[in-house]
């Protein structure tokens, strides 16, 4: 390891999707596709077993004229039309006050990145859901910062004693707090915080602005999976009530709203009380930009921009059908396991239903029980995620039901 920097963990990537994908890759290939239940994968699937990739969004894309698409962008923050039309796409159905701006990034993973990096200084400690998407331990690993855990629930609901305990733990430790939240739709749980617990976030968040400087980082990557669509964003009118000791940013992405993950698009939306520190943070979030990936792929985000706008009814109608996909596989596979008593943390919607399993060494064994039944899906801290998002309704039905027998005989 000599020949890399000393300040970094050299343990390998444990790639815990991609080993059991190809697991079930195998399956399918030795029994048939009929007999393997492959709940891994965690892209929209058609009804086929096919990648959806939406027409609204390729077809235009593929009429981009190839200059464009070889064109650096206009900006190393982004287009101007992309990150006019980002805001007009979070915020346009809200009356949001506060002061903003967008730095387009490559897909949700560089919002976050940025926000999670240049907001904190080396060793300090960034709070995170305790049952989360691997990326955000990885980033704060790689920056050389410790991570702090909330519990996400306490029976169905958001657990807010423990968010507030977290947070007040590491604001005794240090001078700024950086909080991450992953809402709505998050991911692996399903879970999305109500109104009124959105209310007392930032209640509390203001509370903690007295004492620091705090950062919420709200990754919004499932958001327009939210079964409710028109109200998706209606939570975001309670950030109109943050203290000038709160910012926001909002880590979008085009990835999972447009079907598009390899085009890596997507954007940090920065939001504040004062224009100041908005722009503060947006110059040190462009420098990052600039020092790292430079600029978006142009002709990814004047897609989003056509897409979002010329052929917006168009885009609607075919993502709202599998939105309707993804309910009725969801409420398939939720509705069973309710019957059956297979324990699950509250799912509402988005792409994954989360088994609670209260120990990780029992969930160890019953991930290994269900993939000799060949039910293949992905262990996360304290649950199995099945990627309803990638299984085919006929694929939904009887499946918590035989996952509550094997359950029950790997106790
Ligand atoms: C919770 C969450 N946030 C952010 C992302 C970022 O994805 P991308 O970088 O492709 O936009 C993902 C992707 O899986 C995710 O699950």
Known sequence: MRFVKNEVNTTPIEDTVFVIVEKAAKAKAQYGKDKVVDATIGSLYDESGKLVAFDSVFTP?????????????????????????????????????????????PGGTGAVNITISECLDQGETVVLPQIAWGSYQLMATMANLKTKTYSLFEDDHFNMKDFKQTCHEVMAQQKKLVVVINDPCHNPTGYSLTEAEWKEVICFLNECGKQMPVVLLNDIAYIDYSYDIIHSRDYMEQFNAISENVIIVIAFSCSKSLTSYGLRCGAALIMGQN?????????????AARATWSNIANAAMDNFTYVTTDHLATYNKEKASYVELLKQRSDIFTSEAKEAGLPC???????????RMDNNEQRDRYHQALMDELIFTVKVNQGIRVAVCSLSVSDCKGLAKRMKTILDHCQ
């Open 61 to 105: 894309y593929n009429e981009i004229p190839k200059e464009i698409k070889a064109k650096y962008a206009g900006s190393f923050t982004g287009n101007k039309s992309y990150r006019d039309q980002v805001a007009n796409w979070l915020l346009g159905s809200i009356n949001s006050t506060l002061t903003h701006s967008v730095i387009a990034t």
């Open 345 to 355: 943390y509250p799912y509402k919607e988005g792409f994954f239903v989360t088994i």
């Open 275 to 287: 224009a100041e520190d908005v722009r503060n943070v947006e110059v040190v979030f462009e420098k």
